[in-house]
């Protein structure tokens, strides 16, 4: 979900950590990602080439919850590398409300937040530096 508008930005900052609300009021759209735990609904539209999934799907949401806690944030990556690639600043942040956010623009729905991301160009230079990185050597086995 995309909020653009006066209004929606209104029902969005409540539920917002309070020091992450003047960068999503400021920002020309704010995204607010999402998994959908009914997945299954949407096959075979996806994936086609297994159309049995959804009846197995259906009679499991524990596995249906595997997937959406995997996938979800999973994509969530992928959005804000699409978002950049296409020139624009993206600002994932994990402060936020998620059963606020849900009760306010998922009611009986089965779409549940996972990340809000602030995009737009920055209007100055950032709040705070880059944070560290670890080193390689403390990151990565080579075997
Ligand atoms: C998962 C995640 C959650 C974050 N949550 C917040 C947040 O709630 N508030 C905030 O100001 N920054 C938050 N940040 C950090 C900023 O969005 C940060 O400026 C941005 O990640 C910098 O991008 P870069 O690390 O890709 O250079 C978060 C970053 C990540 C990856």
Same mark, same amino acid.
């Given at each position: 979900?995309?909020?653009?508008?006066?209004?929606?930005? !209104?029902? &969005? +900052?409540?539920? +917002?950590?309070?020091?992450?609300?003047?960068?999503?009021?400021?920002?020309?759209?704010?995204?607010?990602?999402?998994?959908?735990?009914? &997945?299954? /609904?949407?096959?075979?539209?996806?994936?086609?080439?297994?159309? /049995? &999934?959804? /009846?197995?799907?259906?009679?499991?949401?524990?596995?249906?919850?595997? %997937?959406?806690?995997?996938? $979800?944030?999973?994509?969530?990556?992928?959005? %804000?590398?699409?978002?950049?690639?296409?020139?624009?600043?993206?600002?994932?942040?994990?402060?936020?409300?998620?059963?606020? %956010?849900?009760? /306010?623009?998922?009611?009986?729905?089965?779409?549940?937040?996972?990340?809000?991301?602030? %995009?737009?160009?920055?209007? $100055?230079?950032? !709040?705070?530096?880059?944070?560290?990185?670890?080193?390689? !050597?403390?990151?990565?086995?080579?075997?």
């Amino acid at each position: 979900m995309y909020v653009r508008t006066p209004e929606g930005k !209104e029902r &969005l +900052l409540p539920h +917002l950590d309070e020091g992450n609300r003047p960068k999503s009021a400021s920002a020309p759209a704010v995204a607010v990602l999402a998994v959908d735990d009914r &997945l299954h /609904e949407h096959i075979p539209h996806i994936p086609p080439i297994k159309p /049995e &999934l959804r /009846e197995q799907f259906a009679a499991d949401p524990a596995q249906r919850d595997g %997937i959406t806690s995997f996938n $979800g944030p999973l994509q969530a990556g992928y959005f %804000i590398l699409a978002v950049r690639a296409c020139g624009l600043a993206a600002g994932p942040m994990a402060g936020f409300d998620a059963a606020g %956010i849900d009760k /306010e623009f998922f009611p009986d729905s089965s779409w549940h937040s996972v990340l809000v991301v602030n %995009i737009g160009h920055p209007a $100055g230079p950032p !709040e705070f530096d880059r944070m560290p990185r670890l080193a390689h !050597e403390d990151a990565v086995a080579w075997v």
